[in-house]
């Protein structure tokens, strides 16, 4: 949802905004229609994507409703693939500032 709020400015510097998410498909659709969001959301069920940019959360035990969620952050991808830069920042309350990202 904060994405939303500061896409139109990402993308005036030639930057997409997209996410990504552990949750269900189920869960991702209706997130995405409560939201209006309208950027890509690439689901990552298995954590696959968190694990590559290393931004898995691995503090919480196995079983917790929080287990495998990947840290709130911002990853900077070039159109290469090259990772140009990445915030991450443990806890969901923790978020990073995109004001300060544009």
Do not use: C, W
């Not at 905004?17 to 269900?24: E, G, K, R």
């Not at 298995?46 to 917790?64: D, L, P, Q, T, Y």
């Not at 969620?69 to 309350?93: E, M, Q």
Request: no cysteine; glycine share 10%.
């Amino acid at each position: 949802m904060q994405l939303s709020k500061y896409q139109t400015a990402f993308e005036s510097h030639g930057l997409k905004v997209m996410a990504f998410t552990i949750d269900s498909p189920a869960k991702l659709r209706k997130f995405v229609g409560k939201n209006s969001i309208e950027y890509p959301i690439l689901g990552d069920p298995n954590g696959k994507v968190a694990n590559i940019f290393g931004i898995r959360n691995k503090e919480m035990r196995r079983g917790s409703f929080a287990y495998g969620v990947p840290h709130p952050g911002v990853i900077l991808v070039a159109t290469d693939g090259n990772v140009l830069g990445k915030v991450a920042k443990p806890g969901y309350k923790k978020r990073p500032n995109l004001r300060k990202s544009r």
